[in-house]
């Protein structure tokens, strides 16, 4: 069955860089983009950032825009989330989230992992 | 970016009724939207894709219609189960955007 588990999670102060991994099984994972969204303590979801599944291809939120930086390791069906200059607002669960389709990137995303806490704080 | 306004903000109802939830987007999505169902302290679990697609594994008192920009999420027979928040979310585009949430209370 599809699984995603993120992990990296943890308290950074603010300004600081935090990465954080998503790995991935139960699936062919070199054929699917990828995707991360957030939601902060109480409030809703926010999308992040995608991949597409050969890496050729990645698009931000604006929030978000110059300070992270998405990438994909389909040796090891990990995708990562850099974060550089963590602001307080970046505090959230990070969710990992697999596109709907095959080769695609312009569809919904179906599975999430379970997220992982950034608490940005100093 | 594509504005997405959720409505209501939340409901009060009872086991059996009928609930209805709408997503509204600022510019015309035709039907590029999903809708998310998600408990406290869990992920969020695909509903419906393309505005009107039931995801394999979801019960059939779920429904969507609508293309556009204007949504619409019934749930029918409301179940014990079924109290949630519920998010749409629209990938007619880059950056992904989600409604702002509605929260189904007993």
């Known amino acids: 069955q599809v699984q995603l588990v993120e992990s990296g999670g943890g308290v950074v102060q603010p300004g600081r860089s935090l990465r954080l991994s998503c790995e991935a099984s139960?699936?062919?994972?070199?054929?699917?983009?990828m995707h991360w969204a957030r939601q902060a303590p109480g409030k809703g979801l926010e999308w992040v950032a995608v991949?597409?599944?050969?890496?050729?291809?990645?698009e931000y939120a604006d929030s978000v825009k110059g300070r992270f930086t998405i990438s994909r390791d389909n040796s090891k069906n990990t995708v990562y989330l850099h974060m550089d200059s963590l602001r307080a607002e970046d505090a959230a669960v990070y969710y990992c989230?697999?596109?709907?389709?095959?080769?695609?990137?312009?569809?919904?995303?179906?599975?999430w992992g379970q997220g992982t806490l950034v608490t940005v704080s100093s | 970016a594509i504005q997405m306004t959720q409505s209501p903000f939340s409901l009060s109802a009872s086991v059996g009724d009928t609930v209805t939830i709408t997503c509204r987007a600022s510019?015309?999505?035709?039907?590029?939207l999903g809708w998310f169902q998600q408990k406290a302290g869990r992920a969020p679990k695909l509903l419906i894709f393309?505005?009107?697609t039931l995801q394999s594994g979801v019960p059939s008192r779920f429904s969507g219609s609508g293309s556009g920009t204007d949504f619409t999420l019934t749930i029918s027979s409301l179940q014990p189960e079924d109290f949630a928040t519920y998010y749409c979310?629209?990938?007619?585009?880059?950056?992904?955007?989600f409604g702002q949430g509605t929260k189904v209370e007993i």
């Open positions: 989230a697999r596109d709907l389709l095959r080769y695609s990137g312009y569809d919904t995303v179906d599975y």
């Open positions: 139960g699936f062919n994972f070199y054929s699917y983009a």
């Open positions: 991949i597409w599944y050969d890496g050729s291809k990645k």
């Open positions: 510019q015309d999505i035709r039907n590029d």
């Open positions: 393309s505005a009107s």
């Open positions: 979310l629209q990938d007619y585009n880059y950056p992904r955007t």
